[in-house]
């Protein structure tokens, strides 16, 4: 299939989210072939993890997710995470809508959203537990970076226990680690014995695998978000057993090799990473990271970032670029929440709507 006719299929208002890449971002065809990877789908659990140490508890709990609102039963998540009163201070992240000082309003939007699960804390999971458990899936974030320690520090310190979220009717519990960080040995092992216990207790797990490292940043680039640095922190942590991955997305390539030039040395890599397994295209980016969360069997969702001044077309493109590149939905959260609940709704439904749309397929 051309280009072009590729590019007519889709709907009108897709085309006009992705404007003049449509066409680029519609009809690329992956490098890594998609054979290669675990695919999402409706029997996505049943394929996939029902081989695995899972227990049914926990297998029930996935599908409970994956079965759950607009997106149930396609092997796609839409989810809404709202932790930002911890990671980026309450102030700054709900003067722009201070109805969400109210936690309540948090888990309203997700279900009016039509999400797969609400994802955010201890402290608003438990002031509602029994008005919402049986309502939507809860996946409560056991840990945050608290942001008020002077100065501040790139650290995850755990909020709670995976025996409180268990009581609380979680069905999933989410953590992040700050890969090369100052701190990330203890955060690793920290988040390897909750998920441990997690799934112990019956219940999913999800790792925000970020990069937090000054070096990162070199000659004008920021690698926080390489495709090669996120890839391995996804590795990392579906090792740790991390069903479900949250990532960036990632904009540039290359960071083990530039943090190795000159007499520096910094982990190891093979140059057929940039050749042969991805390009520069954006989707041949996000499938690096997708290959790397054990060829999809843990579903890769990737951030929808912060809220701007095109938040809808941003969205659609990431839900866009993370579909075709085999990945399993989108976590978003800011460009949901900081605008009025009704266009949050809106916004929620553009994303899932590209998951719906059987003319967006995997590259």
């Given at each position: 299939?051309?280009?072009?006719?590729?590019?007519?299929?889709?709907?009108?208002?897709?085309?006009?989210?992705?404007?003049?890449?449509?066409?680029?971002l519609l009809a690329f065809k992956a490098k890594v072939d998609r054979s290669l990877l675990?695919?999402?789908?409706?029997?996505?659990?049943?394929?996939?993890?029902?081989?695995?140490?899972?227990?049914?508890?926990?297998?029930?709990?996935l599908q409970a997710m994956y079965g759950h609102g607009r997106l149930a039963?396609?092997?796609?998540?839409?989810?809404?995470?709202?932790d930002q009163g911890i990671e980026h201070s309450a102030g700054a992240s709900f003067a722009k809508n201070p109805i969400y000082f109210d936690g309540e309003n948090i888990v309203k939007l997700a279900i009016e959203g039509g999400c797969n699960a609400c994802?955010?804390?201890?402290?608003?999971?438990?002031?509602?537990?029994?008005?919402?458990?049986?309502?939507i899936p809860f996946l409560v974030k056991i840990n945050h970076n608290e942001l008020l320690t002077y100065p501040n520090k790139a650290d995850q310190i755990m909020f709670g226990t995976v025996e409180e979220a268990w009581n609380l009717g979680?069905?999933?519990?989410?953590?992040t680690i700050y890969f090369g960080s100052e701190e990330s040995?203890?955060?690793?092992?920290?988040?390897?014995?909750?998920?441990?216990?997690?799934?112990?207790?019956?219940?999913?797990?999800?790792?925000?695998?970020?990069?937090?490292?000054?070096?990162?940043?070199?000659?004008?680039?920021?690698?926080?978000?390489?495709?090669?640095l996120t890839g391995q922190a996804n590795h990392l942590g579906v090792t740790i057993q991390a069903d479900i991955i949250k990532q960036k997305l990632p904009e540039i390539n290359g960071g083990f090799e530039a943090l190795n030039m000159g007499s520096s040395s910094y982990g190891k890599f093979d140059k057929r990473i940039y050749t042969e397994l991805c390009s520069d295209h954006p989707i041949d980016l996000c499938r690096y990271q997708v290959l790397?969360?054990?060829?999809?069997?843990?579903?890769?969702?990737?951030?929808?970032?912060?809220?701007?001044?095109?938040?809808?077309?941003?969205?659609?493109?990431?839900?866009?670029?993370n579909k075709r590149a085999g990945g399993s939905g989108l976590i978003t959260g800011r460009k949901a929440f900081q605008r009025p609940m009704s266009e949050g709704i809106k916004l929620l439904n553009a994303i899932q709507d590209v998951y719906l749309d059987s003319s967006v397929t995997v590259a």
């Open positions: 299939m051309s280009a072009s006719t590729t590019a007519i299929r889709v709907s009108n208002a897709l085309s006009q989210y992705l404007g003049a890449e449509a066409e680029s675990q695919l999402p789908g409706p029997d996505f659990v049943e394929r996939v993890w029902s081989h695995s140490d899972r227990n049914p508890q926990v297998l029930r709990n039963n396609t092997g796609y998540m839409s989810i809404l995470p709202v994802a955010t804390t201890f402290g608003v999971f438990g002031s509602l537990s029994r008005k919402y458990a049986h309502r979680a069905a999933a519990v989410g953590a040995s203890r955060q690793i092992v920290d988040v390897a014995r909750a998920f441990a216990r997690a799934h112990e207790l019956g219940m999913a797990t999800v790792l925000w695998c970020y990069l937090r490292n000054s070096a990162f940043k070199k000659d004008g680039k920021d690698f926080h978000v390489a495709a090669d790397n969360c054990y060829a999809g069997r843990s579903g890769m969702i990737n951030s929808g970032g912060a809220s701007g001044a095109n938040d809808f077309a941003d969205a659609v493109r990431t839900a866009v670029i």
